[in-house]
């Protein structure tokens, strides 16, 4: 029984991603995992993904383009509002501007930028670098 699907998802990307392969597949799939992966794709650090339907559950097979040097599920989920993102930026991200954490906030899941522009706060789910 997996206890956190979206950190499982994560370090299945790593691990694949240190491995030098060019596809990983991961499971279980879900709306957060989907709402996360379309950020990292949007943001340049995945390729395409999609969806196989099996009888045990979807899988996921993620197209990996070589980018991503870390990537991890914040455990436990702190909440941040919008004057305390850039205190969790210092703690988790290396640089400044280098890599994003993924908030969910009460308009959806953002980038800490986008959250900042918007000015709001909400939990902070992972990190991507």
Do not use: W
């Amino acid at each position: 029984m997996l206890n956190d699907p979206l950190a499982n998802v994560l370090s299945n990307i790593l691990n694949a991603e240190k491995s030098g392969k060019q596809v990983c597949i991961a499971k279980p799939f879900s709306n957060i995992i989907k709402k996360v992966l379309d950020i990292m794709n949007r943001e340049g650090y995945i390729g395409k993904y999609e969806t196989i339907k099996s009888i045990r559950g979807d899988i996921i097979s993620i197209n990996l383009i070589g980018k991503i040097n870390n990537c991890r599920a914040v455990k436990p989920h702190f909440s941040a509002n919008k004057d305390e993102i850039e205190k969790f930026e210092k703690r988790f991200l290396p640089a400044q501007g280098f890599g994003f954490l993924i908030i969910s906030t009460t308009k959806g899941l953002l980038t800490n930028e986008e959250a900042k522009a918007k000015s709001i706060g909400g939990k902070i789910l992972c990190f991507v670098y």
